[in-house]
């Protein structure tokens, strides 16, 4: 039997997607998951089992589970948590319900699917958990607050389940995204009444604009990772995606305060806090 491998969030356009097609090309079986079946395309007649899934819903990642588990008799080689939702707005304006969702979706959605796949993981004999993190976890990267806090709690929470399952041949690869081409952020504009106003035109040019400047194909990420994902002994941490090599330079050598003074002249900030200075924008 081949090895399989799960992964979420596979809907098209997104990395998942990818991931599940060079999974495919490696002879894998693949089996790929979204909330709405359709929204994977042609995944299913190229060989994946296409399964509805819902990470942030617990039911739905049990029936998921039984079904993997009745398919490849109570086993599963690798687990990719890839599914995850963005939002390209300041921390002071984003609705807490809309905070709570990305982290139910980012991080606890995870964390379900590891609790109920572990023993399939386990019983494979080499099991591997993939989480898919971002450099937003270690760049402070701006009207990004909550996504970068997810990935930095998905961060902690690999180096944390590296430790607690390998006594039982379960291995945690964290893999730190750089910009990818996928659909995941939406086209955006600052809320209406919000501080953040006067910064509109500088937040469309130098944040919105460039986001997918120069970002990786998902199929030469896809590549990338799972080359290495199933090499006998992987990576703990994997850096792949564009800007992804900047992030380690930056955070190896010279820390937090580098990336503080590269944003605020990158992101327009430093014009944003010369038009507050002068009265150009509302502060109460």
Not at 52 to 77: F, P
Not at 189 to 215: C, F, N
Not at 252 to 272: C, D, H, P
């Amino acid at each position: 039997m081949p090895k399989s491998v799960l992964i979420t969030g596979c809907t098209v356009g997104g990395s998942g997607h990818a991931l599940a097609r060079e999974f495919l090309a490696k002879g894998y079986r693949v089996f790929a998951t979204a909330r709405h079946v359709e929204s994977m395309g042609d995944l299913a007649t190229e060989g994946a089992v296409t399964l509805a899934l819902d990470v942030t819903d617990e039911n739905s990642v049990r029936k998921a589970r039984d079904q993997v588990s009745a398919s490849t008799g109570g086993t599963l080689d690798i687990l990719v948590n890839n599914a995850g939702q963005s939002a390209l707005i300041p921390v002071i304006d984003m609705p807490m319900s809309e905070a709570r969702a990305i982290f139910e979706a980012n991080l606890f959605g995870p964390v379900c699917m590891v609790q109920e796949f572990v023993h399939l993981l386990i019983a494979s004999g080499d099991g591997r958990i993939v989480n898919i993190a971002s450099i937003g976890a270690v760049m402070p990267l701006p009207f990004c607050a909550i996504y970068n806090a997810t990935k930095a709690a998905i961060v902690s929470l690999s180096n944390t389940l590296r430790l607690e399952l390998a006594p039982f041949g379960v291995k945690v690869v964290t893999v730190m995204s750089g910009s990818v081409k996928t659909n995941i952020v939406k086209p955006h504009t600052l809320p209406v009444g919000s501080m953040y106003e006067p910064y509109e035109e500088l937040y469309q040019e130098k944040r919105v604009k460039p986001i997918m400047m120069d970002a990786m194909p998902p199929e030469d990420y896809a590549r990338e990772v799972v080359s290495q994902v199933i090499k006998p002994s992987p990576r703990n941490w994997l850096w792949v995606g564009t800007h992804s090599f900047f992030c380690w330079f930056v955070d190896t050598f010279f820390g937090q305060r580098a990336f503080n003074f590269i944003f605020m002249q990158k992101f327009g900030l430093s014009e944003f806090s010369a038009m507050v200075k002068e009265g150009k924008a509302k502060t109460v």
